[in-house]
């Protein structure tokens, strides 16, 4: 992954896949995680054992030692992506199904178009991207209006708003890193976001006092195996993936990855865990969709006409 390379349509076609699916499947991950794990630590274990595996693997492969400035571009976006948004999606969790929580972070795409927008320079959205927005707000309102969801399947008020701080700092740490001037190669990025976010979260988890509330031989073989899977493919894997389509991709784009990830999260939750699922939600979850498309098709033809 070579930032000064042009990636070809192949590339980019698994890097969404990867992206759209694998952190689909997160969410069920981090549901299973946390009912023995407290939030906060367990999402900083996951990203420090990734971390330091990515940045060992980089230094034996010669890769340079970052630079201070580098540290400190890097820890910025860490702590925004992996604090603010990953860490609190960990805590929601304990209280809110995986597929809400999945679909809640649906309406992202509005603050990653927006903020992209407002930022110096930044980008003014186009009428194809607007209008997959209002597609996929529609079908996020489908989803989440009344009578789709069992009384017990809806969130506490505490859980929506947190979920919408995270899905803002998540995007605010997306188009720090964007946009940094660092010059750090991909993959240290990656490795060092990783490490900075998880030394954060590992210390906060520490202050609400979820050290005590940990205790390793109480955690289920369920919640062990959910965080194996978070760090080798959640993290490893996908984490540097995202952080490589920043590079090469408009935040427009890349936000699609938000309504994809309700539908895979839904059906997941609902097929493993037994989590809500009707017709309403196999409605919403096609329209979900289509907003997809409508935002790919309209970026592709606003290329095409400059």
């Known amino acids: 992954m070579k930032s000064t390379a042009t990636p ?24 299973v995680a946390v009912e023995t794990i407290p939030p906060f630590l367990m999402a900083g274990m996951r990203f420090a054992i990734a971390g330091v595996v990515l940045f060992t693997y980089l230094r034996l492969r010669g890769a340079a030692w970052p630079t201070p400035q580098q540290w400190k571009d890097h820890t910025i976006a860490g702590v925004l992506l992996l604090l ?55 079908g996020l309102s489908m989803l989440l209006g009344p009578g789709t969801l069992p009384p017990g399947y809806r969130p506490p008020a505490f859980d929506l708003i947190a979920l919408l701080l995270g899905s803002i700092s998540w995007w605010i740490g997306s188009l720090y890193s964007k ?15 990783m490490l900075c976010g998880s030394a954060a979260m590992l210390l906060t988890g520490c202050l609400l006092g979820e050290g005590g509330q940990l205790h390793f031989g109480l955690v289920s073989a369920h919640s062990w195996l959910a965080f194996a899977y978070l760090v080798t493919v959640g993290s490893i ?42 017709l309403r939600v196999i409605l919403a979850a096609a329209v979900i969709i289509g907003a997809v498309a409508i935002i790919t098709i309209g970026k592709t033809w606003s290329a095409e006409k400059t």
């Open 8 to 31: 070809s349509r192949g590339s980019l076609l698994l890097a969404f896949a990867a992206i759209y699916i694998i952190w689909g499947s997160t969410y069920l991950g981090i549901r």
């Open 84 to 138: 603010g948004g990953n860490a609190i999606v960990s805590w929601a969790e304990l209280r809110t199904p995986s597929g809400l929580t999945a679909l809640i972070l649906g309406a992202s795409p509005i603050v990653a178009v927006l903020l992209d927008w407002m930022r110096p320079g930044g980008k003014r959205p186009t009428a194809g991207v607007v209008a997959g927005m209002a597609v996929g707000i529609a």
């Open 179 to 193: 946009h940094s001037r660092s010059g750090a190669p991909l993959m240290m990025a990656s490795a060092m976001q």
């Open 237 to 278: 894997l996908a984490f540097p993936t995202y952080v490589w389509l920043l590079e090469h991709t408009t935040p427009a784009k890349l936000s699609t990855y938000a309504y994809v990830n309700p539908v895979v999260a839904m059906f997941l939750g609902w097929a493993i865990l037994g989590e809500a699922m009707n």
